[in-house]
C-alpha cells in the first residue's frame, strides 16, 4: 500500500487545473475555469474547476471532486492507480507498505486488465529491441519504415516473436491470470489450447488519454495474402474501439496548444507526423469515424483538420465523418494530398518545413472541398447537381450555431451559383423534421419519467429537512471561520418593574453560532453525510478553532468528499452564465451572512416543531387525545408563530 506521507505530498503537490487540464479544454471563467462535461455529450460548457478550492464539478452530471477523484472518474482508475498517476507527473517519490494477500485480492478486475496490458506492452518493447529475432524483422522493419530510435521508444513499439505461445507462456511464468490474458485478447484460448494473437507481428500499443495501455495493433510482415494485415485487440471491459483514437496521449498537450487536431487514418500517418514535428495528430485506426472519438477531441479543441489519402474512392467512403463532426458544433477543414499518397509518404518524401507550408496551403473549408469532390460528376448533369447542393445544405443543417449557418448557406448560394432563397428553404425544412424526430425523442423520455403524485408529495417533507441540513453545512464549509455581527433580543426591566426585549449586537465565529444553538435545541442530522461532516467540524473547532475544508476535499471517504465538493462548487454555478455581462449582478453571501446564518437556525426550528406538532396530533382517536399534548400543541404552535415573525414570514 501507498505509505500515508506519500498521498499527502500528492495531494500537496497536484494542482487540478493542471491534471484536468491534460482531458478536458478548459478557459478562464473569472477566478475559475470552465469547460465541456467530458461525462456528456453538450454544446454548452458546464464543467467547473476551482484553483483556488482545488475542487472541480461537472453540473450536467452532479460528479465533483478533487484532482483523484477526476481520475477515478474519468480514467477509472483505482485510488492507489490516481495517486501513483500523480505521483509520477509530479517527480514525487513513492513509499509503499507491504500488501497483504486479503488485499491484493481486493484488486478489481478492471485493473488486472490493465496490468496485463501493461506487461504486454513492456514484453513486446523487450522482444524488439533485445531479441535476435525482434531486431532482425521487428527493428528492421521500422527502421525501413523511416523511423527514428527515440520515435520507436516514444511510441512503445514492439515485436510479437513468430512462435505458437512465448508471450503465453511468459505472461503465465510472471503469474498473470490465463482468465485476462483471455479477456483482453492477448492470448487465444481454445479448450486445451492457449496461443499468441499477435505471433509474428510488430506492434502498436494504443493508449488511453492518460496513457495507460488498453489494447493493441499488430501488423503481419507475412507475405501470405490469406493473412489479415492488421489484428487489433478485441471488445473489452478496458477497449473500446470506436470511444479511442491513437495517438490522443501523445497529441493532447498540443492539441489544445496549437488549438487543432489533425485526424489521419493510421498508426504509421500519426508516427511520421510526429517525427515530422507535428504532434497535434490522431488516427481512427482504420474504422470509420464515430461520435465519441469525436467527443474525445471535443473536449481539448473545437477545430479538427481530417486528412485524406489521395484515394478517390477512400475519400467518398470517409465523407460521412464530416457530417458527424459538424454535428458536435465542431468546425472542420479538409486536406487532400496527391493522387497515391497518404500522410505518412507524404512526410517521408518532404522536409519538415515543407509538410507544414502544404497543410496551410491546402486547408480548405468543408463546402469548398465537398464540391471540388463531386463537382466533377455533377457539373453537366442537373439532377446530380441538385443532388450535391441538397447534400452540402444536409451538411449545414447539422451545425448547432444558427449564425454558422447562415454564414455557410451564403459561402453555398455563392460557390453553386443558386439563391439563398431556395437553400434558406430547403434549410428550413431539413431542420424542422430534425426537430420534430428530437420532441418525439424528449416526449418519450418525459412518458418514461413519469411519477405518481403522492410519491412526490411523500418525498416533499423528506426534502424540506434535507434542503435545510444541507445549507448548514454550505454555511460551515464556507463562512464556518468567518466573523460576523449578530443580534440578540435580551429581556431588560425597567424602573416601573416592566419587562421589554431590547437589541444586542454582538460578534461572534459563524460556526461557533450555529454550534451553541444547535446544541441549545439538542438537533440532530437526520442524513448520516451530513452528521459525520458535521461532527468532525466540531471536533476540528474544539481542538484548532477553526475548520480545516481541505481535510474534507480530501476526505477518505468518497461520499463526505463527493457532498463536500458539489456543496462548494455551487457556489460557482452561476458563473458559467456569465451574468455579470449580462448586468445581473448577483448578492454575495457575505454581505448579509449574519441573516444568513439566523435564517437557517430559524428554519430547521420550524421544521423540526411542524414535525413535533404532527407528532403528537397523529392518533387514531382525536377525542382521546391527552390535555398535556394539546397544551404543548398549543406552545409549540406559540413558539412557530414567533420564528415565523423573525422569518418575516406569514403562519
Known sequence: MISRSTIDRVFETARVEEVIGEFVQLKKAGSNFKGLSPFTDEKTPSFMVSPVKQIWKDFSTGKGGNAV??????????????????????????????????????????????????????????????????KAI?????????????????????????????????????????????????????????????????????????????????????????????????????????????????AKKEIAKRDNCF??????????????????????????????????????????????????????????GIDLILEQGMNVKVVTFPEGEDPDSFAKAHSDLELKKYLEQSSQDFINFKVSLLMTDAQNDPVKKAGLIRDIVTSISKIPDSIQREVYVQECSRIME??????????????????????????????????????????????????????????????????????????????EGNTHLEKEKYSNQVCKELYLNLQDDEIEFSNEVFQTIYYEMIHQLNQDDQINIDSFINHTSSEVASMVTSILM???????????????????????????????????????????????????????????DLEMVQNYTALKKRLYTKLMRVV
Open 570 to 628: 455551487d457556489e460557482e454555478r452561476y458563473a458559467l452564465s456569465d451574468w455579470e455581462r449580462k448586468n445581473i449582478f448577483v448578492t454575495q453571501s457575505e454581505e448579509v451572512l449574519s441573516k444568513l446564518v439566523s435564517d437557517a437556525i430559524l428554519n430547521i426550528r420550524r421544521v423540526l416543531i411542524d414535525r413535533k406538532i404532527q407528532k403528537l396530533m397523529t392518533v387514531d382517536d382525536k377525542a382521546h387525545i391527552q390535555t398535556e
Open 69 to 134: 477523484s477526476f481520475l477515478m472518474e474519468h480514467e477509472h482508475y483505482s485510488y492507489p492507480e490516481a495517486i501513483k498517476y500523480l505521483a509520477k507527473k509530479y517527480n514525487i517519490e513513492i513509499e509503499e507498505t507491504v500488501q497483504t494477500d486479503e488485499q491484493k485480492e481486493l484488486m478489481n478486475e478492471r485493473e488486472s486488465l490493465f496490468l496485463v496490458s501493461q506487461f504486454a506492452k513492456e514484453y513486446f518493447h523487450k522482444t524488439l529491441l533485445n531479441t535476435e529475432q525482434g
Open 138 to 250: 521487428g527493428f528492421s522493419y521500422f527502421k525501413e519504415r523511416g523511423f527514428r530510435e527515440e520515435t520507436i521508444q516514444k511510441f512503445d513499439l514492439g515485436y510479437c516473436l513468430d512462435e505458437w505461445d512465448d508471450f503465453t507462456k511468459e505472461a503465465l511464468k510472471k503469474g498473470y491470470d490465463i482468465k485476462y490474458l483471455d479477456k483482453t485478447g492477448l492470448t487465444i484460448v481454445r479448450e486445451d489450447k492457449k496461443f499468441d494473437r499477435f505471433k509474428g507481428r510488430v506492434m502498436f500499443p494504443i493508449h488511453s488519454m492518460s496513457g495507460r495501455i488498453l489494447g493493441f495493433g499488430g501488423r503481419t510482415l507475412s507475405n501470405d495474402k490469406k493473412t489479415a494485415k492488421y489484428v487489433n485487440s478485441p471488445e473489452s471491459d478496458i477497449y473500446h474501439k470506436s470511444k479511442i483514437l491513437y495517438g490522443i496521449y501523445h
Open 263 to 320: 485526424l489521419v487514418e493510421g498508426y504509421t500517418d500519426v508516427i511520421s507526423f510526429h517525427q515530422s514535428g507535428i504532434e497535434n495528430v490522431v488516427a481512427s485506426s482504420g474504422t470509420a469515424l464515430t461520435s465519441d472519438q469525436i467527443r474525445l477531441v471535443n473536449r481539448l479543441t473545437k477545430n479538427i483538420t481530417v486528412l485524406f489519402d489521395g484515394d478517390a474512392a477512400g475519400i467518398r467512403a470517409s465523407i460521412r
Open 418 to 495: 443558386i439563391s439563398e432563397r431556395v437553400l434558406f428553404s430547403e434549410l428550413a425544412q431539413l431542420l424542422s423534421k430534425g426537430n420534430k424526430d428530437r420532441a418525439k425523442e424528449e416526449q418519450k423520455k418525459r412518458q418514461a419519467f413519469e411519477v405518481v403524485k403522492t410519491k412526490e408529495e411523500q418525498l416533499e417533507e423528506v426534502d424540506s429537512l434535507y434542503i435545510l441540513e444541507k445549507e448548514i453545512i454550505r454555511i460551515l464549509l464556507l463562512f464556518g471561520n468567518k466573523n460576523a455581527d449578530f443580534i440578540d433580543y435580551v429581556e431588560v426591566e425597567d424602573e
